[in-house]
């Protein structure tokens, strides 16, 4: 079912507040953050805020912010990880004058500027230990000592903090301390990773591409289908942030031309599809090849529906057997067999069908067709003569 239709909440609210939020999209996973943060927003609790590196976990500190009693006034957002440890504290906590060489003036650190509003420490894992023990106090007393003074300074704010390292065990390692830990983690929010919620990938994509292409002033064509298969079956490691470098990155080099499949490939850091896969190795060469044809699938299954139709639009006799639904999968020995044999012949079967239909698309081009499968040509030469599919016309 539609995760909109689904939610307490119709679809132009849902709309609004994706507008809001910055944070797009229709999966279960995005609708559950939302709503979360609706929750958790007029809360006065402290909120971890866990995922890795690229999955807007800003975007949700703001979020939550703007969600609060506190949304007129700061949100600072400080990068711990950025700081070095040799002023961090002054940074935090301000420092007066003449506290360490170059302090030619009192200054107020963070936690001040962001009185009566939110503070976002981001890459809170990444904070020395001896500020980890400053952090603890504030956030228990709301409270601190600027570098060098010897009067209090009283703070009202509101912790939001992110990490892309499992806090857990950096404790059991005894890089994070425990009670921080607790303290911090009042609430948690996992932000989920983009190849959790790839039906999400159209929606980003079309929005950073609108977006780009209007700001630069660049009259852009869009992206056909098959180049959304192959984005979804790319496991992102970069995340939102990959995603959309890679978008502005197409718009600028492909010079606005409308962006397919084999435009978009040679952009990607690996061709091969589903690559986060394993790859079985104890198995025979043709054996491991019939594996890298079945994840081949998952990218060109589009191509291979525009095909059917083309054909059976011109020819109403031709027909062609439909593919399943596809879905990405661990290769082992059970699994691979079951999932590749099941109803649909055998894998030589399936193999010499992927085969032809690539051949008959690229009119019999055996360099193109070998390009499109991933395969090199003296592989295709071989699978061709196997299956007796010389017949065709090479161009």
């Keep these: 079912m539609d995760p909109i239709l689904n939610s307490k909440i119709g679809v132009e609210e849902w709309e609004r507040k994706q507008q809001e939020t910055g944070i797009f999209g229709q999966s279960h996973g995005i609708r559950q953050l939302l709503e ?8 006065e609790l402290s909120v971890l805020i866990t995922g890795e590196s690229g999955t807007g976990k800003e975007l949700v500190a703001k979020a939550i912010h703007n969600a609060s ?3 007129n006034h700061t949100l600072v957002s400080v990068n711990c990880g950025a700081i070095p440890e040799g002023i961090i504290e002054s940074e935090l906590f301000g ?3 003449g506290s360490f060489t170059g302090a030619v003036g009192g200054r107020k650190g963070y936690f001040e500027l962001a009185d009566r509003g939110s503070i976002f420490l981001d890459e809170i894992g990444e904070l020395p230990l001896p500020t980890q023990v400053k952090l603890l ?3 228990e007393a709301r ?5 060098g003074g010897v009067e209090t300074v009283q703070v009202d704010v509101r912790f939001i903090a992110a990490t892309n390292k499992d806090l857990e065990t950096e404790v059991q390692k005894g ?4 009670d921080l830990y607790y303290r911090l983690n009042a609430l948690h929010i996992q932000v989920p990773a983009l190849r959790e919620r790839p039906e999400d990938i159209p929606i980003l994509v079309q929005k950073f591409a609108i977006d780009f292409s209007r700001n630069q002033h660049i009259e852009f064509e869009g992206f056909a289908e098959n180049a959304f298969a192959l984005m979804r079956s790319y496991h992102w490691p970069g995340n939102i942030r990959e995603l959309k470098n890679l978008v502005e990155k197409v718009i ?3 010079k606005g031309q409308r962006i397919s499949a084999d435009r978009l490939r040679p952009h990607l850091p690996i061709a091969s599809v589903s690559s986060h896969l394993p790859l079985v190795v104890n198995k025979s060469k043709d054996e491991v090849e019939r594996e890298f044809i079945f994840r081949i699938l998952l990218e060109i299954k589009s191509e291979i529906a525009q095909l059917r139709d083309m054909l059976a639009a011109s020819n109403p006799q031709y027909s062609v057997p439909a593919w399943r639904e596809l879905a990405p999968i661990p290769f082992n020995d059970a699994t691979a067999e079951a999932e590749i044999n099941a109803g649909e012949g055998s894998v030589a079967e399936m193999e010499r069908q992927l085969i032809q239909e690539t051949l ?3 009119n019999g081009n055996k360099r193109r067709a070998a390009r499109l499968l991933g395969l090199s040509e003296r592989t295709l030469y071989r699978k061709i003569k196997r299956y007796g599919l010389g017949g065709l016309n090479e161009i």
Excluded: A, C, Y
């Design 137 to 139: 106090r504030v956030l």
């Design 69 to 71: 009693s506190r949304q």
């Design 360 to 362: 008959m698309k690229t």
């Design 252 to 254: 600028v080099l492909e």
């Design 175 to 178: 890089h994070f301390r425990q």
């Design 143 to 147: 409270e601190f000592m600027r570098v």
């Design 36 to 43: 979360t943060i609706e929750q958790v927003g007029p809360t």
């Design 95 to 97: 420092h007066e004058k």
